[in-house]
């Protein structure tokens, strides 16, 4: 049998690596875009040394129609993103051209190219639970309202419906899934919870005095990477398109995640270390998420391998190492 | 300060003209953003136009496009409006699914860029987000401030993304924007490719002896239509309100397309069913079933209510296409 191709944009994201590679090991051709290959240079160096890389800005709608046209990957895992909501107020123009007006070009592409060659490939939208933000359900199911309160999370709405819209208009197989927030070794430092691990490791080896956080007090429902992207991959194996919430079913604070983390470092009393700054504090906040997972388990048979303790306690013990060995990236570093 | 300032954006529309109206009634200094084209598209308000350099003129025009941010943020440091009117968008539900990016764009990016060169310039103003219906698309009537948004067209997304936008704004930086959901809302300046107009239009000329049919899509699709005029009162009332929100505008009724061919035809004596015939490229790859807005907060809180039900506004708007081809303007 002809191999099949997949194509996932932002491949070089914490998602895009996990998915790539769980891609890989199905006997996929990996095709990934970047919006930079020197910029992501030392993440396709390490972990993708199978995925035929593109340079390509997933704004250029016509660029990425000709990349289909050429390829006609069977699956398209769209993660290419303006990735951070506390950066998301400072340009809120650039964020919506990317997370929102971005995706609508690619449907049309995949539409355009439909009606003219037929081709026809499952879709996978990387949704985002910031969608539902100051949320009128616990949990929230994948019919719950959205109340965005970020230019990130409008512009993540945005796309959503647009899929959906996509799908009900044209009979496109497009699933948009629902990720809640999940972790990984791989996130970067400007996330609040890598910038907790790695704070947390240097301090336990005496290189960091102190860390400085915003809000502490909003809860997420926290997952692992490495089990949403098998819950993309189930969902392109679907009968029919639909739409999954990724999520565990349980929502933390941060300061669970501060006192576990400080914890995995072995040092007791965290609440010693952190400084609060309010510079660091978002116009508005999401003060809590917490997702139904019912329908991915039951329609997808979809479970988490990894418990929030389990991926806390990874990006601590990977954080150490770092600062050990100075080597900012390893394929071991992706094993739960 | 002697008077208020407002900026209208799209002010060459349906509703950008009759806002102008009464603002201008109001003793408003009043500007307009218009695009440069090679054709004249001021028709709708022409008659409120006078020379800038006569003396008491009130109504300015200005050159400017929705995709062109710094352009809005160095008229908007110049002419510190109190109060900002956002309704240019691609305003045709079924374009949108033609022209979905530049749906987006216009619709939905513009007004971040307008809310955000708002808050680069840090004028003091008022902003209205002329939010709509559309935004409510699969979710059965009726409809209110707390019905979930369920696009179905490019234009739907668009808008509910700006509601959004409008809404962060408002939570985030304490600016004074509020969502005006206005339901259809019609009159004789509706553009000609507009269902209402289009029928209202035809009807004048089948009953002048100029045409013999006319051709609709989905009959079925129900709506609730308004008078444009009123509408705009309700835009304005909201800004000056004590605290900004979102208020749905509607009657309360609903009228299928059929209805409202029907109250045309009837209203010059014709039976609708001999002069409507089907063409299936007006359907939309989606469609909205139902509409009907439930305006009791504007009611109660704005004192607004809607005065022409669909009937009347079916006959005023043939009675005005009429008058259209039957003799000069107006």
Redesign the interface.
């Known amino acids: 049998m002809k191999q099949r191709t997949a194509l996932i944009t932002g491949v070089a994201g914490q998602d895009g690596v996990y998915l790539a590679r769980l891609l890989r090991r199905e006997g996929y051709r990996v095709l990934g875009t970047v919006l930079s290959i020197p910029d992501a240079r030392p993440i396709i160096d390490v972990y993708l040394p199978d995925v035929e890389i593109v340079e390509l800005d997933i704004r250029n709608s016509l660029g990425l129609g000709r990349l289909l046209d050429q390829h006609r990957p069977a699956e398209i895992y769209n993660l290419a993103s303006w990735s951070s909501v506390g950066r998301s107020w400072s340009d809120p123009e650039q964020v919506t051209a990317v997370n929102g007006l971005a995706v609508l070009g690619m449907l049309e592409q995949v539409r355009n190219l439909r009606d003219l060659h037929g081709y026809d490939p499952r879709i996978c939208q990387a949704s985002s639970s910031e969608m539902f933000g100051l949320a009128s359900e616990f949990p929230q199911t994948e019919g719950s309202p959205h109340h965005p309160r970020s230019p990130y999370a409008v512009s993540k709405s945005f796309a959503h419906h647009t899929c959906v819209n996509y799908r009900e208009s044209y009979g496109l197989f497009i699933s948009n899934a629902i990720l809640f927030n999940h972790e990984s070794p791989l996130r970067p430092q400007n996330f609040v919870t890598r910038k907790i691990t790695s704070a947390a490791a240097a301090i336990s080896l005496g290189e960091q005095e102190s860390l400085k956080l915003g809000r502490v007090d909003i809860k997420r429902d926290w997952g692992a990477a490495a089990d949403v992207v098998d819950a993309m991959y189930l969902m392109l194996r679907q009968e029919s398109p639909d739409d999954f919430n990724i999520c565990t079913g349980t929502s933390h604070s941060l300061t669970d995640f501060l006192e576990l983390a400080f914890a995995a470092a072995g040092i007791a009393d965290w609440e010693s270390w952190v400084e609060f700054d309010s510079n660091l504090l978002r116009p508005v906040d999401v003060p809590e998420t917490r997702g139904d997972p019912h329908k991915a388990r039951s329609q997808l048979s979809w479970k988490n391998h990894q418990s929030f303790e389990d991926v806390v306690t990874a990006m601590v013990a990977v954080d150490h190492r770092r600062l050990r060995t100075g080597l900012q990236h390893d394929p071991q570093y992706l094993a739960g | 300060m002697s008077e208020k300032r407002a900026l209208i954006t799209g002010i060459t529309g349906q509703d950008g003209s009759y806002l102008a109206e009464l603002l201008l009634d109001k003793g408003y200094e009043v500007h307009g953003l218009i695009r440069r084209a090679s054709t004249f598209n001021t028709h709708r308000i022409d008659h409120l136009y006078k020379d800038p350099h006569d003396h008491d003129v009130k109504l300015f025009l200005h050159h400017a496009d929705l995709t062109d941010?710094t352009r809005l943020a160095t008229l908007l440091a110049r002419l510190r409006p109190h109060e900002v009117y956002h309704l240019a968008a691609q305003s045709h539900v079924r374009v949108s699914?033609d022209e979905?990016?530049f749906t987006?764009?216009v619709t939905?990016?513009a007004t971040?860029?307008l809310?955000?060169a708002i808050r680069l310039t840090g004028i003091d103003t008022r902003f209205y987000q002329a939010s709509s219906s559309e935004m409510f698309g699969a979710t059965p009537p009726p409809q209110n401030e707390q019905t979930?948004?369920?696009?179905?067209?490019?234009y739907?997304?668009?808008k509910?993304?700006s509601y959004?936008?409008a809404k962060?704004y408002r939570?985030?930086?304490d600016m004074f924007a509020v969502n005006g959901i206005l339901f259809n809302h019609e009159s004789p300046r509706r553009g000609e490719t507009f269902v209402t107009r289009k029928i209202s239009r035809a009807v004048a000329r089948i009953a002048t002896g100029q045409q013999k049919d006319v051709y609709l899509g989905n009959l079925e699709a129900a709506r609730d239509w308004g008078y444009a005029k009123e509408y705009v009162e309700a835009m304005w009332l909201m800004l000056q309100a004590d605290h900004p929100d979102d208020y749905v505008v509607a009657t309360g009724t609903s009228y299928t397309v059929r209805d409202f061919a029907r109250l045309a035809f009837e209203h010059v004596g014709l039976n609708w069913e001999d002069h409507v015939r089907f063409d299936d490229s007006y359907l939309?790859?989606?469609e909205v079933d139902n509409l009907i807005g439930d305006a009791s907060k504007a009611n109660s809180e704005l004192g607004w209510a809607a005065k022409v039900h669909t009937p009347e506004l079916a006959a005023l708007m043939v009675d005005s296409d009429l008058r259209l081809l039957n003799g000069p303007r107006h």
């Open positions: 941010g699914f979905p990016e987006g764009d939905g990016l971040t860029r809310l955000e979930p948004f369920y696009p179905r067209s490019p739907g997304a668009a509910v993304y959004w936008m962060n939570e985030s930086y939309r790859p989606a």
